[in-house]
T-cell receptor, first 112, second 110 residues
Framework: EAQVTQNPRYLITVTGKKLTVTCSQN?????MSWYRQDPGLGLRQIYY???????DKGDVPEGYKVSRKEKRNFPLILESPSPNQTSLYFC???????????FGPGTRLTVL | QKEVEQDPGPLSVPEGAIVSLNCTYS??????FMWYRQYSRKGPELLMY????GNKEDGRFTAQVDKSSKYISLFIRDSQPSDSATYLC??????????FGQGTRLTINP
């Protein structure tokens, strides 16, 4: 089944404890992206990647890192999480030049 | 001012009603206009998209874009309880850098 998977789906952590949220897609898409979704603010792009080893900042990149060593994987790294990073995170992918982005199921992160 | 504005609702209507969802935007360079639907505890899924101005119809759903007014709409005819979801408008200049509205939570009551 063609899909975008994210792990974990739910995570509660404490301030300053490094964490990684994984994202993987099996559709051979070049473009991958991370969003956060907050009430009243909608979906905002954190980072995106046009292809392997090519990443760039989105609209809200502060406090996040990403890497794209393989085409299928695009992990989101929070090196020192803070409470204002409590949010619902979505990974998405799409083939180059296509409109539709395919979203993962989301990761709900709580930072205490 | 946000680049894309969408009334967050919530919006509650009886089954069978016509639903109108709207977004306004400020960036005249936007060329692609999309509507995503998000069910509870799920990721968004593309419902429809339009390139530039005009209307597009898909079953009970109609998307309209008025670039002169910087205004887009999604109409749902004969609404069903299964249409209950959050609807997100999204726009872009090119194919991939999307800017989303805040999302409107819609409930269709049987």
């Amino acid at each position: 089944e063609a899909q975008v998977t994210q792990n974990p789906r739910y995570l509660i952590t404490v301030t300053g404890k490094k964490l990684t949220v994984t994202c993987s897609q099996n559709m051979n898409h070049e473009y991958m992206s991370w969003y956060r979704q907050d009430p009243g603010l909608g979906l905002r792009q954190i980072y995106y990647s046009m292809n392997v080893e090519v990443t760039d900042k989105g609209d809200v990149p502060e406090g996040y890192k990403v890497s794209r060593k393989e085409k299928r994987n695009f992990p989101l790294i929070l090196e020192s999480p803070s409470p204002n990073q409590t949010s619902l995170y979505f990974c998405a992918s799409t083939p180059t030049g296509h409109i539709e982005q395919f979203f993962g199921p989301g990761t709900r992160l709580t930072v205490l | 001012q946000k680049e894309v504005e969408q009334d967050p609702g919530p919006l509650s209507v009886p089954e069978g009603a016509i639903v109108s969802l709207n977004c306004t935007y400020s960036n005249s360079a936007f060329q692609y206009f999309m509507w995503y639907r998000q069910y509870s505890r799920k990721g968004p899924e593309l419902l429809m998209y339009t390139y530039s101005s005009g209307n597009k119809e898909d079953g009970r759903f109609t998307a309209q874009v008025d670039k002169s007014s910087k205004y887009i709409s999604l109409f749902i005819r004969d609404s069903q309880p299964s249409d209950s979801a959050t609807y997100l408008c999204a726009m872009s200049q090119g194919a991939q850098k999307l800017v989303f509205g805040q999302g409107t939570r819609l409930t269709i009551n049987p």
